[in-house]
């Protein structure tokens, strides 16, 4: 029932910390879901895949940082969405190490 109709926002964790406005600019009104790519040893997309496919997910936005990285994140997501089978809306924000968006 959490993700029921959800607006999800998937971010980077640094995101936050680079980002000073990000809980209000990105992080109101979305089920937000936090991880990374380098340091998690796990495999995004199949859990993500799940989640998409037991739910009806309105849209995703994800928000990445602009390092190599997180480029993993962007695949995992896509993937994700791919294997769910579903059309769900994908917006990317790519935020730089100065903090302002790419």
């Known amino acids: 029932a959490f993700f029921a109709g959800a607006d999800l926002l998937i971010a980077a964790d640094c ?3 680079c980002y000073a406005n990000f809980h209000n600019d ?3 009104g979305k089920v937000t879901l ?3 790519p380098k340091l998690d040893a796990v495999d995004y997309s199949e859990k ?5 496919s037991l739910n009806d997910i309105k849209s ?3 928000a990445r940082m602009s390092v ?8 995992a997501v896509e993937r ?5 089978g579903k059309n769900i809306p994908l917006d990317v924000v790519v935020i730089n190490s100065d ?3 790419a």
């Open 48 to 52: 993500l895949s799940e989640i998409f």
């Open 68 to 75: 190599p990285c997180c480029g993993g994140l962007k695949a």
């Open 15 to 17: 995101c936050a910390y």
């Open 99 to 101: 903090g302002g968006i």
């Open 34 to 36: 936090i991880g990374c």
């Open 26 to 28: 990105f992080m109101a």
């Open 60 to 62: 995703i936005t994800l």
């Open 80 to 84: 994700a969405i791919e294997k769910s």
